[in-house]
């Protein structure tokens, strides 16, 4: 069997072919490489036969519509794929016949309905549903994005072994693939958890798609064909959790405030604190409350709120959230905006309720 991967930066494509055919496959193919791909074809006398996008892709534009009218090759994606273009649509547990080679189709959605994973002999071709090591996968906060759907997911590969060679269709940092078996040793989501522990897991690391992703799934929705449909910024590493945080802002150290030193600073007038509550709206009524007197600004909305926040420089502000991961993301943020006096509640809500 040929398998190589094609594309020179972080969105990967892979060929698929056999020595003693000149039919091959595609999949995850980018817009920007789309004359790159016939070139190729062309020189090495090959016939692209059928194109696969694992999902519906939220950092790039996929050039499987244009290959198809172009080469006249089949379109295939999962049955619950948007766009209108796919001509074959598949499900969990199909096998795709091409010549020689056998695909095996695993419905693994969690970071979008439609995701899904190809099994190509000892390749397991996991598109955003798993990455490499710790980049863990890709994020579950984008449009039809699931945490709960995603650990069912990850749940599936129990039965699968240990040399499948993983495959994703991210990169963004030089990782090599490497075997199932060392993912499990290596890769944060494959880490035992129960779904609960995995859904607040998850919901601890969530940062707001950036408003370019949801035009770049509108545009794979419609089919588009042109790399300009959308506006894409160079090599970001979007699909990955937190891949749309401003470059350096993760390094950021922050200062850590304990529950009962926070109550004391609430008691004492003289202070001036402004609380920063990062969660979700439906949170702050669930079992852990909120802390009266907050400003509501969910994690996502953050750095569009940094010019109003701008009053209350001179404050002290404390960011909060379920167990503090949020916040501290928060933090950084406001940190690297140039807000000075900036503290993590210790903990979060967790430990404040504890304190009481």
Known sequence: MIFKQINPHSCRTYLIGNENDNSVILVDPVIDHFADYLDLLKKDGLTLTHVIDTHIHADHISAGSSLKDVTGCEYVMHEAAPPQCVSVRVQDGDVLRFNTIEIKVMHTPGHTRDSISL????????????????????????????????????????????????????????????TLGRQRQSNPHLQKRSKEEFIKYLEDLRLGPADWMKDVLQANYACAKDPNAAWIPIDTPACEIKGTMEKGVNEIEVQYIEAQELNNWLQTSRLEV???????????????????????????QLTGKLTELQEHKQKNIVVVCRSGARATTGAQILKKAGFERVYVLKGGMISWNKSK
């Open 274 to 300: 402004l609380l920063i509550d990062v969660r979700e709206k439906n949170e702050l009524t669930g079992p852990l409350g909120q802390i009266e007197g907050i400003l509501h600004i969910p994690i996502g």
């Open 119 to 178: 099994i190509v002999g000892d390749k397991l071709l996991t598109g955003d549903f798993l990455f490499l090591d710790d980049a863990g996968a890709g994020r579950d906060d984008l449009p039809g994005g699931n945490p709960a759907d995603h650990w069912e997911s990850l749940n599936k590969l129990n039965e699968l072994p240990d040399n499948l060679m993983i495959y994703p269709a991210h990169e963004y940092r030089n990782r090599q693939p490497s």
